[in-house]
């Protein structure tokens, strides 16, 4: 997408044919449009092929600033802060699973609180709240929620340093003191998958991952807790666009100068809302651990390894080479995840000669994959990839579509196991209300950006 009118750079899409053509049914191109028109944004705009009509920012959208004459917008990481997905290796084979999976799927509904304003089992006070959210998954790991040695499998190693809890409202705080630990509602799940397929054994064999055994993906966020932040600093940034004289094509993209005061204080709030979630699937893995050996015999969960933990809605300061130099920016994800390729320092040791593990979730029905980062998106995306299906469909066309149990139905026919605390959710999670999740990991895989390591498929799922 050629720069026009105020657009300071031009757009860059990652998409087949058929993708490209479904995201001009909506203001997703639009979008994108806008982003490039924004103070210090360089190189390109870009969207993933799962893009499709966000809050300011497309989702699927990514953009990079410049530190010194850069902004960073609320919009450009949306009101889930820190979404996310963590992917767990199990030791258990499908046939081991598959005649106890009932008992398997009810005891995660109960372990893992989930729907909208579920109230976790976890019980904290403000000062813990504080502690959680300044300290991350730290703070999780000396309660007790094991284990150390995931720390290092999750990006930022669980923890995003500058979190002050001062910058976060009062209401932010009350609406995540009871919802610590919890999934959500819309398109978060736990979800028992099946490794049906290995593309590139060797990465799969250094991810843990086996074809014909069954892992566990944990999607979710930061619950009400990030919602309000994204919410209080909205209107904080409204303020500021007007104070800076930036130019908004559009208000959902309002936002300050990246050294400005509104905008620190917008990072140190995010980053607590980026840390409450690195605890709340860290947390959740325990008690699916803790499930699995109820199940199947204790010491279960003890071979249960994370892959890895990534986020999908986040900004961050990076170092990425613009016209030949490197430069450091602020690079903002809004469902578009990080996929670094080998030799990156921030990769775990244990990755860093392989790349980073990307992980896609699909939608109950369809497939998830496990991709890696490559060199491509190091060049062409400041190190991004897709994050999921990426929505085709409305929540409220897609409830006036299908009915819960219709969907219910047609899963248990495919032999997936559902539970969710309402019929209506699965409607509006229905698979197809989702883009193609193959077409959109081939093409990112096609645009060198990510490759494909595994194919997932849902065997049980309990939603929000």
């Given at each position: 997408?050629e720069?026009?009118?105020?657009?300071?750079?031009?757009?860059?899409?990652?998409?087949?044919?058929?993708?490209?053509?479904?995201?001009?049914?909506?203001?997703?191109?639009?979008?994108?449009k806008?982003?490039?028109?924004?103070?210090?944004?360089?190189?390109?705009?870009?969207?993933?092929?799962?893009g499709?009509?966000g809050?300011?920012?497309p989702?699927?959208?990514?953009?990079?600033?410049?530190?010194e004459?850069?902004?960073?917008?609320?919009?450009?990481?949306?009101?889930?802060?820190n979404?996310g997905?963590?992917?767990?290796?199990?030791?258990?084979?499908?046939?081991?699973?598959?005649?106890?999976?009932?008992?398997?799927?009810?005891?995660l509904?109960?372990?893992v609180?989930?729907?909208?304003?579920?109230?976790?089992?976890?019980?904290?006070?403000m000062?813990?709240?504080?502690?959680?959210?300044?300290r991350?998954?730290?703070?999780?790991?000396e309660?007790?929620?094991?284990?150390a040695?995931?720390k290092?499998?999750?990006?930022?190693?669980?923890?995003?340093?500058?979190?002050?809890?001062?910058a976060?409202?009062?209401k932010?705080?009350?609406?995540?003191?009871?919802q610590?630990?919890t999934?959500?509602?819309?398109?978060?799940f736990?979800?028992?998958q099946?490794?049906?397929?290995?593309?590139?054994?060797?990465?799969?064999?250094k991810f843990?991952?086996?074809?014909?055994?069954?892992?566990?993906?944990?999607?979710?966020?930061?619950?009400?807790?990030g919602?309000?932040?994204?919410?209080?600093y909205?209107?904080?940034?409204?303020?500021?666009?007007?104070?800076?004289?930036?130019?908004?094509?559009d208000?959902?993209l309002?936002?300050?100068?990246?050294?400005?005061?509104?905008?620190?204080?917008?990072?140190?709030?995010?980053?607590?809302?980026?840390?409450?979630?690195?605890?709340?699937?860290?947390?959740?893995?325990?008690?699916?651990?803790?499930?699995f050996?109820?199940?199947?015999?204790?010491?279960?969960?003890e071979e249960?390894s994370?892959?890895?933990?990534?986020?999908?809605?986040?900004?961050?300061?990076e170092?990425h080479?613009v016209?030949?130099?490197?430069?450091m920016?602020?690079?903002h994800?809004?469902g578009?995840?990080?996929a670094?390729?080998?030799?990156?320092?921030?990769?775990?040791?244990?990755?860093?000669?392989?790349?980073q593990?990307?992980?896609?979730?699909g939608?109950?029905?369809?497939?998830s994959y496990?991709?890696?980062?490559?060199?491509?998106?190091?060049?062409?995306?400041?190190?991004?990839?897709c994050?999921?299906?990426?929505r085709?469909?409305?929540?409220?066309?897609?409830?006036n579509?299908?009915?819960?149990?219709?969907?219910?139905?047609?899963?248990?026919?495919?032999?997936?196991?559902?539970?969710?605390?309402e019929?209506e959710l699965?409607?509006?999670?229905?698979?197809g209300?989702?883009?193609?999740?193959?077409?959109?990991v081939?093409?990112?895989?096609?645009?060198g950006?990510?490759?494909?390591?595994?194919?997932?498929?849902p065997?049980?799922?309990?939603?929000?």
């Amino acid at each position: 997408m050629e720069a026009e009118g105020k657009m300071r750079v031009p757009g860059r899409i990652f998409a087949t044919k058929k993708m490209f053509e479904s995201m001009g049914k909506d203001r997703t191109f639009q979008q994108l449009k806008n982003v490039a028109t924004l103070p210090g944004i360089v190189k390109s705009a870009c969207l993933m092929p799962d893009g499709h009509e966000g809050y300011g920012f497309p989702i699927g959208g990514v953009g990079a600033f410049d530190m010194e004459t850069g902004v960073i917008s609320p919009g450009g990481v949306g009101y889930d802060i820190n979404c996310g997905v963590r992917l767990i290796a199990t030791p258990l084979s499908k046939k081991e699973v598959v005649p106890k999976m009932k008992q398997l799927v009810e005891l995660l509904f109960k372990n893992v609180p989930s729907g909208v304003g579920s109230k976790g089992k976890l019980r904290v006070d403000m000062r813990q709240l504080e502690e959680a959210v300044t300290r991350g998954v730290d703070w999780a790991i000396e309660q007790g929620y094991r284990a150390a040695k995931d720390k290092e499998k999750t990006e930022e190693g669980g923890r995003m340093d500058g979190a002050d809890f001062s910058a976060v409202s009062e209401k932010a705080k009350k609406r995540g003191l009871p919802q610590f630990g919890t999934v959500g509602a819309g398109n978060h799940f736990v979800e028992i998958q099946e490794i049906e397929r290995v593309m590139l054994p060797e990465v799969a064999e250094k991810f843990g991952l086996k074809a014909g055994n069954v892992a566990v993906m944990i999607h979710c966020g930061s619950r009400g807790f990030g919602h309000q932040v994204c919410d209080d600093y909205l209107r904080e940034m409204l303020a500021a666009s007007r104070k800076y004289k930036i130019e908004l094509p559009d208000h959902e993209l309002c936002c300050a100068p990246i050294n400005s005061p509104e905008a620190q204080r917008y990072v140190k709030a995010m980053r607590c809302a980026v840390n409450y979630a690195f605890c709340n699937r860290h947390i959740m893995m325990h008690w699916v651990r803790e499930t699995f050996d109820e199940v199947f015999g204790k010491g279960t969960g003890e071979e249960m390894s994370l892959v890895y933990d990534v986020c999908h809605n986040i900004a961050k300061f990076e170092e990425h080479e613009v016209d030949g130099k490197r430069q450091m920016l602020c690079v903002h994800r809004k469902g578009a995840t990080r996929a670094f390729a080998a030799g990156r320092r921030e990769l775990p040791a244990y990755y860093r000669e392989i790349g980073q593990p990307v992980m896609i979730p699909g939608s109950m029905g369809t497939a998830s994959y496990v991709l890696v980062g490559r060199k491509g998106a190091m060049e062409n995306s400041f190190g991004s990839s897709c994050h999921g299906a990426g929505r085709a469909m409305s929540r409220s066309k897609a409830i006036n579509t299908w009915k819960g149990r219709q969907i219910e139905n047609e899963l248990a026919s495919k032999g997936i196991m559902v539970k969710a605390t309402e019929a209506e959710l699965l409607a509006e999670e229905a698979p197809g209300a989702y883009k193609d999740v193959d077409e959109v990991v081939m093409s990112v895989q096609a645009a060198g950006l990510s490759d494909i390591v595994a194919r997932l498929i849902p065997m049980g799922v309990v939603k929000g």
